[in-house]
């Protein structure tokens, strides 16, 4: 059973906490436990000091990264978009010249 299933299944103040640690490492790669983890760790009753902030401050960090890959998927579209444009372009310039000519010797 990997580590992350272990973690998922008790909640327990330390097991939260630790899941939360597991998902800060590769952020990239595990948003959904990043985004679980700090549902929980809002729930954790006793908290040092400065817990909120770091909280606050990894939700910004989750928040901004959501941001940053719909900017791509929206970029990555309007890039398709336009080199389908762009080949569609070719084909109609490519239907009214004759390509089967050869170029007149000199």
Known sequence: MALRDQYRRAETDENVMSQLML???RPDQTPGLLANSLVLARNIEET???FDALLQLL???SRSYALLEQRLRDTEQRLENTIEGIRAIEAEMGKGVDTSREA???
């Open 23 to 25: 998902a800060t490492c």
């Open 48 to 50: 040092p000091r400065g």
């Open 59 to 61: 939700s910004a960090e």
């Open 104 to 106: 007149p010797d000199e």
